[in-house]
């Protein structure tokens, strides 16, 4: 069977030592084990192996990953939103989600023009919608394409971009989207505003609005995505299969967009 012709665009960010890409407590690091010392690890496992009997004197290099499953271009699963949904049944980890979810025609919505802490409404949703003359279809994949997307890497990437609440997610899974995403650090509008609002009103319930709402419908929800500016609103397919980690809340994922060819 001959595969369709398509153009590829990577959405996925690369994941590196850098310090801006996550708080603190939860950066990623790498440590790179460069070929010397993999010669080293090779003639510890070869008694008699001298370095002079290797290719160039070379072993292999390698990397050493201290990470969580939320660094990178990741998807969330329902168990990371809570350990069971709203009818008492046990939430679906990332090895559980259901594959057919991760290859599905995309739509991206532009909310470029949102100012950073800003929490999207279904209207807002609706109204973007109108705007590309989309009507959404069950398991289609919504990206969000915000202002955080062109800050990525950068000072202050945290606190960019727009946000996506309880309201606008139950909006979306009730027309049967089940998988989301955004080039944002989170679903959620970033903590910085979020804390803000909490200090002021005292509400819990807008904690993590938009995953909790996954209680309630499970979904997977992609984080960190990256090039959504270049995508066209519709008319494309995405590919985002995450990871398997037993039992985990997230996996990290290769986010790719299937386009046309260009000279369709």
């Not at 990741?74 to 989600?97: F, N």
């Amino acid at each position: 069977m001959k595969l369709p012709r398509f153009r590829t665009l990577d959405l996925s960010v690369t994941l590196s030592n850098n310090q801006w890409s996550d708080p603190p407590p939860l950066l990623p690091r790498i440590d790179y084990r460069d070929h010397a010392f993999g010669a080293a690890e090779l003639m510890g496992m070869f008694p008699g192996l001298r370095r002079e009997d290797l290719a160039n004197g070379e072993g292999i290099g390698s990397e050493h990953l201290s990470v969580t499953a939320h660094n990178g271009t990741h998807m969330d699963a329902p168990w990371h939103y809570g350990a069971t949904m709203s009818d008492g049944s046990r939430a679906m980890t990332i090895d559980e989600l259901p594959l057919e979810w991760c290859l599905q025609p995309g739509v991206k919505l532009d909310f470029r023009g949102k100012p950073d802490g800003h929490v999207v409404t279904a209207a807002e949703v609706e109204a973007e919608l109108a705007r590309i003359d989309h009507a959404l279809q069950p398991l289609e994949i919504v990206v969000m394409n915000t202002s955080a997307g062109a800050r990525y890497g950068q000072q202050g990437y945290l606190d960019s971009g727009c946000g996506f609440g309880r309201e606008t997610t139950l909006f979306l899974l009730e027309q049967g989207v089940r998988i989301v995403g955004t080039d944002a650090w989170s679903w959620d509008a970033p903590f910085s505003f979020t804390r803000k609002r909490f200090e002021r009103d005292g509400d819990p319930s807008i904690i993590w609005e938009g995953h909790i709402a996954g209680r309630e419908i499970g979904y997977g929800q992609m984080e960190k995505l990256a090039n959504l500016d270049r995508l066209p609103p519709h008319g494309f397919w995405i590919s985002c299969f995450p990871y398997k980690i037993a039992g985990g809340s997230a996996g990290f994922t290769r986010a790719v967009a299937l386009l046309p060819p260009d000279d369709d």
